[in-house]
């Protein structure tokens, strides 16, 4: 059963530009030459992003910062993860995100130049966007008590992780977590997955993509210790203590369900939740700009990032 006549009518021109692949059949590097590709039809970001690199956990770890007033101290600052399925995507290519969020909140946001896997599978991406959140946090013209974190995607996944990660390490402190699809939950679409539904999951990222990413972060980790919901933070047993958390997703998108499920789960633990469910929106619905779904969720996604950072707009 085709779930295409459940597609939004705006979101239609994205099946064509995102077409399902069999990750396992395409060379790697020429994925993510067409995946960084991709981007290109944005053009240069309203604010040029300075790159920053530190000494990440390692080696060199690059992040780009764009900030709309260097130099202002006490500000709120925003780490963004961008998406990818683990497997792909850069920042050095996906700035127009992180700048249009930097240009619309007034504050400084970095994207950090994660490792991908399958070359560096969990928890590389994990330590590396630690370690861009606690250089982040650090930097003295940053409120240390309005530091958030977002992403998409895989980079919903991988803030939901660092989340989990700074809350049971220790800090940095966050004020608030803003996920959108994110990639919460390695069992989707294997034998194991927890949900059953058929209407999620046909376009753009399906359940063979989702196994393919997963498989590339784990290597040999068994998610059988403590660390599990650093790397699928839908196995972590207590949500208790994380920040409170935006949630984004399509009605349509694989990641319909465990996204909801997480966001039920930090109801239950006493986090705030703000959670927005998109009816006929597929994986990367947001990129088709100007429909309305795109528009609904840019007011609900800045909304949510002025009040939980207290940034006026």
Not at 22 to 47: C, H, K, V, W
Not at 256 to 269: P, T
Not at 285 to 296: D, I, T
């Amino acid at each position: 059963m085709s779930t295409q006549h459940l597609v939004d009518p705006e979101l239609l021109p994205l099946l064509e530009l995102l077409p399902p692949t069999d990750l396992a059949a395409m060379d790697l590097n020429q994925l993510r030459e067409t995946s960084n590709a991709r981007y290109a039809f944005l053009g240069a970001p309203p604010i040029a992003p300075v790159v920053h690199t530190i000494e990440g956990p390692g080696g060199p770890l690059d992040i780009y910062l764009y900030d709309p007033a260097p130099g202002t101290p006490g500000r709120a600052a925003l780490l963004h993860i961008h998406g990818g399925g683990m497997i792909m995507g850069s920042a050095r290519v996906i700035q127009a995100g992180p700048a249009a969020m930097a240009q619309a909140l007034g504050i400084p946001v970095a994207s950090v130049e994660y490792r991908l896997a399958p070359e560096h599978p969990f928890p590389a991406p994990q330590e590396d966007c630690l370690a861009a959140l606690k250089w982040l946090a650090g930097r003295p013209d940053v409120d240390p008590d309005r530091v958030g974190i977002t992403g998409e995607s895989a980079g919903g996944g991988l803030a939901a992780a660092v989340a989990l990660m700074a809350r049971d390490l220790g800090g940095p402190k966050l004020a608030a977590q803003f996920l959108t699809y994110p990639m919460l939950d390695h069992r989707t679409g294997s034998a194991n997955c927890p949900y059953d539904n058929v209407t999620t999951g046909e376009f753009v990222w399906t359940r063979s993509s989702n196994r393919f990413g997963w498989g590339a972060l784990q290597g040999t980790y068994q998610p059988t210790d403590e660390r599990r919901g650093w790397f699928s933070p839908s196995l972590a047993e207590d949500l208790s203590g994380l920040p409170p958390t935006w949630i984004g997703t399509g009605s349509l998108d694989l990641f319909y369900d465990e996204d909801l499920d997480f966001a039920r789960r930090l109801v239950a633990a006493g986090v705030p939740v703000e959670l927005h469910s998109y009816p006929g929106a597929i994986h990367a619905f947001n990129a088709v700009a100007e429909s309305r779904l795109a528009k609904a969720y840019g007011r609900d996604l800045m909304g949510a990032m002025a009040h939980w950072l207290q940034v006026a707009r």
